[in-house]
């Protein structure tokens, strides 16, 4: 669709360097705001309710801006970096990037693992396909609120889960109370959560692939395993990298499932960075909220980009 | 924090935010509010907001001032408890105020902090006719920030029946609630003392009491330094840690709506907890159930003395208020002792003005409210600084540990006090 530069003129200079002058040929008639004038509107959303709050946060976050300054925000002083070592010393700050770090390692993995298994069973050809593609992902379109709630009665004390576990004969857990169990718990409703959107991302993935370069293997000899191995899983590595993204942005700012499932508890255990920088926005601490928030942005960068180096398909 | 650079980050910060005020439409602009009342009706319309249960049962209520002042409208928008502080924080921010609200005492400092209130005008009201603790949290600097339109007042309630038919008496000091519970169990209750597990702001209001019944205290006696780790409050500390170690209270026990269930059952039997629970109960197993099974007595003794955790709510104008004015005289017409006698009536919570205690016929003489009524007198408030909030909610964190036994009291107050000191009083 991009238009071809067309060489108009070119000669050689007498230091022996070709030099070529571009023109962009354009459309008969489009003038050159048209395009802009299309992607105006989006743009002048984003400008008031993303781009400009952004670089206000931006700008607070290396200021001491609190509740004190409300009615008069020009009161907040500049302290320049002070504000994000505040924050990177904060000991529940650090306490809470350790929390994150265990719930990204924990769900990560295993929501990509699951969505790619289920991925492979729907696209072998099962039989209620549309049935189950649209009952693995019914969770990613389930309200969080309410879904959490249901968890929260279920591993209640003295609820289904635990009054089944004590029928059988196994006795009852503390789930949501007990530090080792609260954990797997908020991790298990965010994989619940998120195993959706891996699986159909991975099976449209998976038909992508043309079906040729998987005959000629089998015609090679190739094994079922040798041909997920040889073939499907190195031609994935786009999808892979796509779902492996999404899917860190979303465990590493982890929130709601904390926050609905376990208060932050037991002893702390699972309050994200995330939930930390709610508190401080509670508190009345904006500009320490701010700063949290740009540091979870910049761990969430630094990591998408190390993903990209090393899952960058290779040419 | 360090100030540098001032005039430049003024400049910035100047730019900003008159994109941010363009944006939210509005500045305000802080007329100081009004220097006197007359005693001509309300007239206007009157935007209040009101969290909790209160800000529902207002409006039903609020219709006899209504009646009184015919010129006027009374608006009550109710919120939330627990997002009345953030829309009030946001109002401010953005100049949109409404002309009154209710906040409650346990965080209305860091509100007093926002410098959105009004004081209260001179002459007003009489401070003389309001508990002297209750009006002395309202007040900053001399300045009255609000006024104190009801008390609460944490006491020890218990299933007197049960505590009858097996002959066990009512804790009068600390050693007498393990000897309570001890005697409990025996009767097959295997928790019976319930002590507040969310581990949060509610946790260090159990801890403010405990460490005044043990000569300590949370804070200076100046407001201006954090003293959570003195003998006297690890001593405290302990003492309600035990009470989890020793195997009385659960570590995960019953939550703010769980008690009447749980009392109900007989699954625990014994709480500080607040004058709202023979209700509570009375609507889960029938009326009269509370006055025939509850008893109530001023919290167990410690070394020094009974005292109880006591807070409550309060009425303030802003100082954006479009219509100060009939605010104000509505906040007079809600502390008068007739009227604060009726709102006791409509909805239970104890009057601040000490006459409504003498002209309500049940106040004066429903025997659950006597020990509430001692303990009001002696009662303590939470420390009065805007960063209570952080810290108390920072300490219940803390005070987690010493319930699950994972660290000691010493240990769990020595960490608070760090963390205390880093966040501050706020008032500073």
């Known amino acids: 669709m991009t238009p071809s530069p067309t060489i108009v003129s070119g000669e050689l200079a007498p230091t022996g360097q070709l030099s070529v002058s571009v023109k962009r040929t354009s459309r008969v008639g489009v003038p050159p705001w048209v395009p ?32 004190k300054n409300l009615r008069n925000l020009l009161s907040a002083n500049f302290v320049g970096f002070d504000t994000f070592a505040d924050v990177l010393g904060n000991t529940e700050f650090q306490r809470s990037v350790a929390n994150t770090a265990q719930l990204v390692l924990l769900t990560v993995p295993i929501t990509m693992a699951i969505g790619f298994a289920l991925a492979i069973v729907l696209d072998s050809g099962l039989k209620q396909r549309g049935f189950y593609r649209a009952a693995f992902y019914l969770p990613v379109v389930t309200n969080i609120v309410g879904a959490a709630m249901i968890w929260r009665y279920a591993f209640a004390n003295s609820g289904v889960i635990n009054s089944m576990l004590e029928n059988v004969g196994i006795g009852a857990q503390d789930w949501l109370s007990d530090p080792a169990l609260a954990v797997p718990m908020v991790a298990s409703l965010g994989i619940w ?43 994935m590595r786009p999808t892979t990298l796509l779902v492996s993204v999404l899917l860190l942005i979303f465990f590493i700012s982890i929130f709601e499932e904390p926050l609905l499932l376990t208060r932050g508890g037991p002893l702390g255990s699972t309050k994200s960075i995330s939930y930390w920088i709610y508190d401080q926005f509670g508190y009345g601490n ?28 290779k040419t | 924090m360090k100030i540098t650079s001032r005039r430049s980050s003024q400049a910035i910060v100047a730019g900003l935010a008159i994109v941010a005020l363009t944006l939210t439409g509005c500045a305000g602009n802080g007329t100081a509010g009004v220097s006197s009342i007359d005693d001509a009706p309300a007239t206007g319309v009157v935007e209040f907001w009101a969290g909790g249960s209160e800000g529902e049962a207002l409006p039903e209520f609020i219709k006899q001032f209504e009646a009184e002042n015919p010129e006027v409208t009374v608006n009550v928008t109710a919120i939330p408890a627990g997002e009345l502080d953030a829309k009030l924080i946001a109002a401010i921010v953005a100049g949109t105020v409404p002309d009154m609200v209710f906040t409650y005492t346990q965080t209305q400092r860091s509100i007093f902090n926002t410098g959105g209130l009004a004081p209260m005008p001179e002459g007003l009201l009489n401070p003389d006719d ?38 066990i008496a009512a804790p009068t000091t600390w050693e007498g609630v393990r000897e309570f519970a001890q005697a409990f169990q025996a009767q097959g209750v295997k ?13 260090s209001e159990d801890l403010v009491a405990f460490s005044a019944q043990n000569g300590g205290s949370l804070l200076s006696a100046d407001n201006t330094t954090w003293t959570l780790n003195t003998p006297e ?9 035990s009470l989890f170690t020793d195997g009385y209270a659960a570590t995960v026990g019953p939550d703010f709506m769980g008690m ?64 100060p004015e009939a605010a104000w005289k509505l906040v007079r017409w809600m502390s008068s002792a007739a009227t604060q006698s009726d709102w006791f009536d409509a909805f239970g919570n104890l009057p601040t003005v000490a006459e409504a205690w003498t002209l309500n016929s049940t106040i004066a003489s429903d025997t659950l409210l ?7 007198a002696t009662g303590t408030y939470g420390p009065q600084v805007p960063n209570w909030t952080e810290v108390s909610n920072m300490l219940g964190a803390q005070m987690e540990k010493v319930a699950r036994g994972t660290a000691t009291a010493q240990e769990a107050l020595d960490e608070a006090q760090t963390q205390a000191e880093a966040i501050g009083t706020g008032a500073e």
Do not use: C, H
Not at chain 1, 286 to 313: E, N, T, Y
Not at chain 2, 234 to 241: D, N, Q, R, T
Not at chain 2, 280 to 297: H, K, Q
């Open chain 1, 36 to 67: 802009w004038a299309f992607v105006a509107p989006f743009l002048a959303l984003f400008t008031i309710f993303v781009a400009i709050p952004a670089l206000i946060a931006l700008v607070a976050s290396f200021t001491d801006v609190g509740v």
């Open chain 1, 193 to 235: 959560r998120n195993i959706g959107i891996a699986m159909i991302l991975f099976l449209a993935g998976l038909q992508s692939i043309p079906t040729e370069l998987r005959e000629a293997a089998a015609i090679d000899g190739a094994g079922y395993w040798r041909t997920m191995f040889g073939i499907t899983i190195p031609l």
């Open chain 1, 286 to 313: 904006f500009s320490d909220a701010l700063a949290g928030s740009f540091v979870l942005l910049m761990i969430v960068g630094v990591i998408s980009f190390i993903q990209f180096r090393v899952l960058r398909p």
């Open chain 2, 130 to 167: 309001f508990f002297e603790a209750a009006w002395d949290s309202n007040t900053i600097d001399g300045e009255t920030l609000a006024v104190p339109w009801y008390v609460y007042a944490l006491v020890f309630y218990y299933r007197k029946d049960l505590a009858e038919q097996y002959g």
């Open chain 2, 191 to 203: 928790k019976p003392i319930v002590l507040s597990t969310s581990y949060d702001q509610f946790s």
């Open chain 2, 233 to 241: 409050n690890v001593a405290a500390l302990e003492y309600w840690g």
């Open chain 2, 260 to 323: 009447a269930p749980s009392f109900s059952a007989a699954e625990s039997v014994g709480a500080n907890y607040g004058q709202w629970f023979p209700s509570f109960l009375d609507e889960a197993n029938g009326a009269g159930w509370s006055a025939e099974n509850m008893g109530t007595v001023i919290p167990p003794a410690g070394p020094a003395g009974s005292f109880s955790a006591i807070g409550g709510g309060s009425l303030a104008v802003l100082k954006d208020a479009a219509n």
């Open chain 2, 370 to 376: 006597d020990a509430v009524k001692a303990a009001v």
